[in-house]
């Protein structure tokens, strides 16, 4: 006879479909792995640009919690504020503001992101353009003064003109040396300047397996050819690609924005694809655009292409000749 | 030179250590087994009557039915019942119940043969009269499936000792401690197919297992072992067929589109047993392991056996959260121990409630870790949408029919999201969709 423990009657045991053992990655691990990986770039923006750059940062971060809060528990909703995607935006939307920023556009910035583009659209997973990035470009509109122009220089009180608005020509002054340019001591917001730290984070999502590597690597390398090949004054492929590559927000950009699960494509091509999109409209924006620098908008646009490109690039399907559909 | 492997899949831990090395035992004879007629295609009628004495081998279930396998008797004793009971597969199907006489008599039978006397027609016969079936799980009766359609044929047989289901490792010790039965079952298949070359595909992480086989094909030139990468669904046909021939089976088709024949090593053992010793499949080895057992083994077991005399055997000692026949990837939550162990019950595997608690069901956030998963190409994601919402259109022009249901989709994902049964409810009413068009 078996014992009498054993012989369980029905509605003891637990009974669901297989698979019966998951992997031990959860959203909540995900997004705070994001933040950890944006820990390096946040300390250089507190060294280069002070105190007040933290206060921004906390701010920001503050605000977009507490936004998600308050619009989960005003539409009866569950809180999640504890999967870390409102700290991610909240923080990546304080490092794309320049250190004099007022503090008020930081709040807005980060109510607009969680209130109006994501939560509005059903909250993390249903969003179709990145929260930060829109909210930069709704401050961007609003009140260009603060965001476009000169920003402060490191270490310093005085402001000044971004490396890549005195390569375009639409700013006087002189060039940042490489080196500055790759540990951050030049003009630019918050998060965007040092390009080292910035690396440090993105290397450890893909060494993490957090981020796929296709996204930035295919971003990075785009904008480093185009603008080799058409960024000079001397005719084709005499531009300055590692300039390019080091300037600017493209850092920032390819390894936490354009790597955004939420609104890029969810094939590896896709992905692969979504990144020299990225690449050819910075390139175009930067050399031929109105504005100095074109990452924040060449992931916003792609980000609306991303049904098209995960429609192109379904994976080919076991024992069929091609991909399907 | 790489392992040789396939596209996709995910590794979970392995858990076999408490098993792996440890050696068949045989389980005391049941006191009562319960043998249901339904074990592989069409259900068997019974051949006996409640009150009728039988002998182990002795016939006890039999069909008209093509795709059908008989049933035997696993002890020898008196047929108490004939009753509809619950299978571990989730069926319910008419069962012979035996109690036991406590005196194992086997049913007078030929003692066996030599493969060498054997015709392939033999063989095929013998198949279908031991009641041989796929052991890995689905059951499906041997005999049809080593019986090509006109104008296809074999030219490969692969034996499946990937075992890529963690826990398990019954095949595992079949390979080490019956490997000459196993070279031995390989010939009989090629020989019934008349297929040229055999391989035998182990997972790398069984180092034993394919030395041992190694050591006894070093003089056969027309079988080859084949380390293979660790990785899940290793031994899914279609995957398997890819690892070790580089080729695919046309969507919606056969293994034998491939001119592959994929056989289980407990079902290859079981042909061997039938050949030597005119044994049929009455007793296979099923893994009984689990962090709330004592004791897991590799138990020797009569076909019928309940799961409650085998977990008290391995000496339960804490609370069963989940009670599974078969792995954990592509098992199937019990309702209740007392079931009876089938030909295709690999194993029993019984998670603590820690273990199994249930992980609440978030937002797809898409991260598409599912997309790199999935080892038939799929976009699970977006099957899961379409399929929740009866997007039945998107669903089939999605390939949901090509699913293996191996879970590696839902194993990666973060948010937990049950992409399992969302895509077999999408696969089945897709395949009925199809059936009513024809």
């Not at chain 1, 569950?78 to 870390?84: A, V, Y």
């Given at each position: 006879m078996a014992d009498k423990n054993i012989l369980l009657s029905e509605g003891e045991l637990l009974v669901s479909s297989s698979p019966h053992i998951r992997a031990e990655e959860t959203v909540d691990w995900l997004m705070w792995q994001v933040v950890i990986a944006l820990l390096p770039a946040a300390i250089s923006s507190v060294y280069f640009f002070g105190f007040r750059s933290l206060f921004l940062m906390v701010l920001g971060v503050a605000t977009a919690v507490l936004t998600e809060a308050a619009v989960e528990k005003a539409l009866g909703k569950?809180?999640?504020?504890?999967?870390?995607s409102a700290a991610v935006t909240g923080l990546l939307l304080a490092f794309n503001v320049p250190a004099n920023a007022p503090w008020w556009l930081v709040v807005l910035g980060a109510i607009f992101a969680i209130a109006v583009v994501k939560q509005t659209f059903g909250g993390l997973g249903y969003n179709f353009v990145n929260p930060a990035l829109t909210a930069r470009a709704f401050l961007l509109a609003a009140w260009p003064q603060y965001l476009a122009g000169n920003f402060p220089l490191p270490l310093d009180t005085i402001t000044g003109a971004t490396p890549l608005a005195i390569l375009d020509g639409t700013a006087a002054g002189t060039l940042p040396s490489y080196l500055d340019l790759f540990l951050g001591n030049v003009g630019g917001v918050l998060g965007e300047t040092s390009a080292l730290a910035l690396l440090v984070g993105g290397l450890y999502l893909i060494w993490q397996k957090?981020?796929?590597?296709?996204t930035p690597v295919a971003f990075i390398g785009t904008v480093a050819v185009l603008s080799w090949a058409f960024g000079g004054n001397g005719g084709l492929f005499t531009g300055d690609p590692l300039y390019h590559v080091l300037a600017g927000g493209l850092m920032l950009g390819a390894f936490f924005m354009a790597t955004d699960y939420v609104t890029s494509p969810v094939t590896p091509k896709g992905r692969l694809g979504f990144g020299v999109g990225c690449g050819i409209i910075t390139v175009l924006i930067r050399l031929w655009g109105g504005y100095p620098e074109g990452v924040s908008y060449s992931i916003l646009l792609m980000n609306l292409l991303v049904p098209f490109l995960e429609r192109w690039t379904v994976p080919r399907v076991y024992g069929t000749k091609s991909a399907q559909a | 030179m790489g392992l040789r492997t396939f596209v996709g899949g995910v590794h979970p831990a392995p858990s076999k250590g408490r098993t792996g090395d440890s050696p068949v035992v045989t389980a005391p004879l049941p006191q009562k087994v319960v043998i249901p007629l339904a074990q592989g295609g069409a259900p068997c009628d019974p051949l006996v009557k409640v009150g009728d004495k039988v002998q182990v081998g002795q016939k006890i279930g039999e069909s008209q039915a093509f795709v059908s396998a008989p049933v035997h008797a696993s002890i020898s004793g008196n047929v108490t019942a004939i009753e509809p009971v619950a299978c571990p597969n989730g069926r319910t199907s008419l069962a012979v119940v035996i109690e036991s006489d406590g005196n194992d008599i086997w049913l007078n039978t030929t003692g066996g043969s030599s493969l060498d006397a054997m015709s392939p027609a033999d063989i095929k016969g013998l198949v279908r009269e031991a009641g041989l079936v796929g052991m890995g799980g689905a059951m499906f009766p041997t005999h049809v499936k080593i019986s090509p359609p006109p104008g296809k044929s074999f030219d490969a047989v692969i034996i499946n000792g990937a075992e890529c289901e963690p826990y398990l490792t019954c095949d595992q010790r079949l390979l080490v401690e019956e490997t000459e039965s196993i070279v031995l079952g390989l010939k009989a298949w090629l020989k019934v197919t008349g297929a040229k070359k055999g391989y035998i595909g182990i997972e790398d992480n069984k180092r034993e297992a394919i030395a041992a086989i190694k050591a006894a094909v070093t003089e056969e030139k027309d079988i080859e072992v084949v380390p293979l990468m660790t990785k899940f669904p290793q031994g899914s046909e279609k995957q398997l067929i890819a690892s070790i021939l580089g080729r695919e089976v046309p969507s919606g088709g056969l293994p034998v589109d491939a001119g592959a024949l994929v056989q289980n090593v407990g079902t290859t053992y079981a042909l061997s047993q039938a050949i030597t010793a005119g044994k049929p499949l009455v007793e296979r080895v099923v893994t009984v392991t689990g962090t709330p057992l004592k004791k897991p083994l590799n138990i020797r077991t009569r076909i019928g056996t309940l799961f409650s005399d085998l977990l008290s055997f391995c000496e339960l000692d804490g609370e069963i959260g989940k009670l599974i026949s078969g792995g954990p990837m592509m098992g199937i939550a019990q309702t209740r121990a007392d079931v009876p162990v089938l030909k295709g019950t690999s194993g029993i595997l019984v998670l603590s409630p820690q273990e199994a608690r249930p992980l609440p069901e978030r937002a797809c956030i898409r991260c598409g870790r599912c997309v790199d998963a999935c080892p038939i190409g799929l976009i699970p994601t977006l099957l899961d949408q379409y399929c929740r919402h009866e997007m039945w259109e998107q669903a089939t022009q999605g390939h949901?029919?090509?699913?293996?249901?191996?879970g590696s989709c839902a194993y990666v994902c973060p948010s937990k999201r049950h992409l399992v049964p969302a895509l077999r409810l999408g696969k089945a009413e897709v395949m009925a969709q199809r059936r009513r068009k024809k």
């Open positions: 569950e809180i999640t504020i504890k999967d870390g957090v981020i796929d590597w296709r | 949901v029919a090509d699913c293996i249901e191996c």
